[in-house]
Structures are given as structure tokens and as C-alpha cells.
Nanobody
Framework: QVQLVESGGGLVQAGGSLRLSCAAS????????MGWFRQAPGKEREFVAT????????NYADSVKGRFTISRDNAKNTQYLQMNSLKPEDTAVYYC??????????????????WGQGTQVTVSS
């Protein structure tokens, strides 16, 4: 059974930092792109960041560029999202996602086949 399990969410003050982790099991994701999405209450799920299979190519939403860093450790089948300079508008449930096969980086959530259960990030002002 394929599983993606996020951890590292929590409550932080504006300007603070959090590091999210996403541990995969059931298959290897070392040859596919992975990403992070988020969904705030009453809003659509939105793209945050994506990373290619090797970790050498990344793409970010404009709203998080320069503050968030996506990375991965294929030996551990795990990806990360380092979030710095957090703002109240970053408050959302953050979801880890993985493509089902080789493909270009994408901001489209429909192209990701595997999803975690989500982890809550709350940034207080």
C-alpha cells in the first residue's frame, strides 16, 4: 500500500519557521517529481512547490518564492518543505503529493497521483 505521511506542522508566530517532512512508503518515488500543495479554509487547493526526481530542478508559487525551500532525500524516500518568514496568509493544511510516473514539473494538482493526509500549519499574527 502506497502511503505519503506528512509531519512537522504546527502553530508558529509570524516571522517564524517550520520544516515539513513527507515520508513515502509502499513504492519508491526516486524517479518522479514530487510537490507540496496547500488549502486554506474556504479556498481551493493551491500549488506551493515542486521538485524533479533528482532534486536539481524546483519551481515555486510566487507567494512563497524566496521564503520556502523544497528538497528531497531519495535514499530516505522523503521530501521536505522548509518554510521561513512565515506569514498569517500561509495558514493552511499542507499536502504532500507525488507523480505516478516520469513527467515534467507541474503546478496542476490533477497530475499528481499520490497524496498525503495533510498537516495543519497555523501562523499567528
Amino acid at each position: 500500500q502506497v502511503q505519503l505521511v506528512e509531519s512537522g506542522g504546527g502553530l508558529v508566530q509570524a516571522g517564524g519557521s517550520l520544516r515539513l517532512s513527507c515520508a513515502a512508503s509502499g513504492r519508491t518515488f526516486s524517479n518522479v517529481a514530487m510537490g507540496w500543495f496547500r488549502q486554506a479554509p474556504g479556498k481551493e487547493r493551491e500549488f506551493v512547490a515542486t521538485i524533479n526526481w533528482s532534486g536539481g530542478v524546483t519551481n515555486y508559487a510566487d507567494s512563497v518564492k524566496g521564503r520556502f525551500t523544497i528538497s528531497r532525500d531519495n535514499a530516505k524516500n522523503t521530501q521536505y518543505l522548509q518554510m521561513n518568514s512565515l506569514k498569517p496568509e500561509d495558514t493552511a493544511v499542507y499536502y504532500c503529493a507525488a507523480r505516478g510516473g516520469p513527467g515534467v514539473l507541474s503546478t496542476d494538482s490533477h497530475l499528481y497521483n499520490y497524496w498525503g493526509q495533510g498537516t495543519q500549519v497555523t501562523v499567528s499574527s
